[in-house]
Nanobody, 121 residues
Framework: QVQLVESGGGLVQAGGSLGLSCAAS????????MGWYRQAPGKQRELVAR???????VYADSVKSRFTISRDNANNTVYLRMNTLKSEDTAVYYC???????????????WGQGTQVTVSP
């Protein structure tokens, strides 16, 4: 069974920085796209950033030039570095991976448990 385990997050003042990481535990054959999403109270979950297996990245307009997504394929881990944080970045952040467990399975989507990021004014 594959699980995504997130770490990082917490409380930071506006203008500060935080880093998130998410590691896939369990056996995997391949991990394709990795990404980060967030959900603020009363709002829908939205894409923050994603990175393909080839390293191509996509960012939400609201985080471009402030956030950086990266991945460590050897350790099945995805990172999100968040700089110049704003109060509107406050949300629960979820990691997401599209992966294949083995040749017996198709590609599946997995989610982390979520980690709270709170940016104080």
């Amino acid at each position: 069974q594959v699980q995504l385990v997130e770490s990082g997050g917490g409380l930071v003042q506006a203008g500060g920085s935080l880093g998130l990481s998410c590691a896939a535990s369990g056996s995997t054959l391949s991990i394709n796209t990795m990404g980060w999403y967030r959900q603020a109270p009363g709002k829908q979950r939205e894409l923050v950033a994603r990175i393909t297996g080839g390293g191509n990245t996509v960012y939400a307009d609201s985080v471009k030039s402030r956030f950086t997504i990266s991945r460590d394929n050897a350790n099945n881990t995805v990172y999100l570095r968040m700089n110049t944080l704003k109060s509107e970045d406050t949300a629960v952040y979820y990691c997401n991976m599209n992966l294949v467990r083995s040749r017996r399975y198709r590609e599946e989507t997995y989610w982390g448990q979520g980690t709270q990021v709170t940016v104080s004014p």
